[in-house]
């Protein structure tokens, strides 16, 4: 482990997180603000699931459109 304002600049940018606000809680950091950076924090997280949410709602969509076509396709074979 490093320093943590560097590790924390770190963490939000493999993160993908926007380069400003990971400076942001990067700053916060250094100065003590506690609250600030972990409001940063929250946020970018919050993000993230944010995303994950939305990517397993197309996942389950394409799973039940796959379910569908194997239905419907093997019904009309069968006629």
Do not use: F, W, Y
């Not at 950076?37 to 796959?66: C, N």
């Amino acid at each position: 482990m490093g320093d943590l304002s560097q590790d924390l600049e770190q963490c939000l940018c493999d993160c993908a997180c926007n380069p400003e606000a990971a400076m942001r809680a990067k700053c916060s950091c250094e100065q003590g603000r506690v609250r600030e950076t972990k409001r940063v924090l929250l946020g970018e997280r919050q993000r993230l699931l944010d995303e994950m949410h939305a990517s397993q709602r197309g996942i389950d969509a394409i799973d039940h459109m796959l379910h569908r076509v194997t239905c419907e396709c093997a019904s009309q074979r069968d006629k």
